[in-house]
Structures are given as C-alpha cells and as structure tokens.
C-alpha cells in the first residue's frame, strides 16, 4: 500500500542539527513532488518546504529559508529534511507528505506519513 | 506572510451543515483556484478532504463540499456526523510559491 515512514526524530540541543528522513513505498516516488509540514505541540500545522518531483526546484516557507534544506534520493525512495541551528521554537512533529496538482509547489498533500518527533531543549 | 484566517472554532448539531471559512488576500486565496483543505483528528496525521477549491478526492464523503468567493474560501460539511469532529485546516498556493496555511478551525458536533 501507499505508505511515507519518517524516522530521525529525537531530542535535540539547541544550536544542534538533525537530519530527518522520509521512506516512500507503494507508489512511483521519482513522480511525485514532496513536502515537509510541522506541527508545534497543540498548534496548527505549519508548512516547511517543498522539493519536485527530480530534485530540480525547492521552495521554503518565509520562516524557514537558511536553516532547513530539502532533499530527495530518487533511488532510494527517500526524502530528507536537514534542520540546522536548532532552537526552541522548532519543537515539532514534521510530517512528509506527497503532493500532486498542478501548481509549481503540488499543492494538494494526498498521502501523509505519521509524523516524527523533534524536542529541541538542553 | 501571514497565514489564511479561520474562525478558531465552529459547532453544530448532528444533522447539520456548518461552513468554515478561509479569509486570504489577492496574493493568495484570491488569485488562484489551488485551495486545499485538511481534516485533523487528535494524535492523527491530516487527511486531505478539498483539494482545487471544490474537487473532493476518492473515499471522502459527498458531505464535504468546497467553494471560493473573492479572497475567501468555505468548506462545507453537510449532515453533521460525530466523526466529523476534528480540526480542519485550509491551505493555499501563494505568488511567492509557497504554501500558506490557516490558522485552523476546531470542529464540535453538539
């Protein structure tokens, strides 16, 4: 079946780095645009980042440009969301999500993984 | 960019048909049909329901309908189910090429 599996999620220090990955399964994944989404615990969803379908264009969220970095390996089916100067606020569940629709950024996330956990404290 | 303003909450009676709405401007919500929306049920990952303003993806209930007026964008939910209580989110494309999100709506069936 159709199945994204975050991993990489953990407590972190603040000024650390972290790389979180997203194992695609059940469906063409060199076809489909990807996304990043977060969530802060008991706030509402925030969108990180978006790669396509090849790698070739990326778009970040006004908040996150310059310390979040998305990439794909189209060979393995998976894609990465590396996170760098970690701080309080980036306290979040992040969730991968594929996208599809015609606008530059695949707007619509049709299939979710659940999620991976990310505590940044000392 | 600020995100897309939703009511934070919205109830109605079993039954029933409740509206959220979607308040973007003309850098968003306004300028393009590529208007999406979520349903969020607690400890759940969310589950697409609208995408393209209006169109309802394969296995979500005909009781979901979506519409766009201006800057604004409604999603509708027709006899009210007690499954239906969750948080709903709306998101939309933007000039800039990103994805702008609402602040979220919480759902309650009385």
């Known amino acids: 079946q159709v199945q994204l599996v975050e991993s990489g999620g953990g407590v972190v220090q603040p000024g650390g780095s972290l790389r979180l990955s997203c194992a695609a399964s059940g469906f063409t994944f060199r076809s489909y645009g990807m996304h990043w989404v977060r969530q802060a615990p008991g706030r509402g969803l925030e969108w990180v980042a978006v790669?396509?379908?090849?790698?070739?264009?990326?778009y970040y969220g006004d908040s996150m440009k310059g310390r979040f970095i998305i990439s794909r390996d189209n060979s393995k089916n998976t894609l990465f969301l590396e996170i760098n100067s970690l701080r309080g606020e980036d306290t979040s569940v992040y969730y991968c999500a594929r996208g599809f629709g015609s606008s530059v950024v695949h707007d619509a996330l049709d299939v979710w993984g659940q999620g991976t956990m990310v505590t940044v404290s000392s | 960019q600020s995100a897309l303003t939703q009511p934070a909450s919205v109830s109605g009676s079993l039954g029933q048909a409740i509206t959220i709405s979607c308040t973007g401007s003309t850098s968003d919500v306004g300028v393009n049909k590529y208007v999406s929306w979520y349903q969020q049920h607690p400890g759940s990952a969310p589950k697409l329901v609208i995408s393209d303003v209006s169109n309802r993806p394969s296995g979500v209930s005909s009781r979901f309908s979506g519409s766009k007026s201006g800057n604004t964008a409604s999603l509708t939910i027709a006899g009210l189910q007690t499954e239906d209580e969750a948080d709903y989110y709306c998101t939309s494309h933007t000039r800039s090429n990103t994805l702008l999100v609402g602040g979220g709506t919480k759902v309650t069936v009385l």
């Open positions: 790669i396509w379908f090849d790698g070739s264009q990326k």
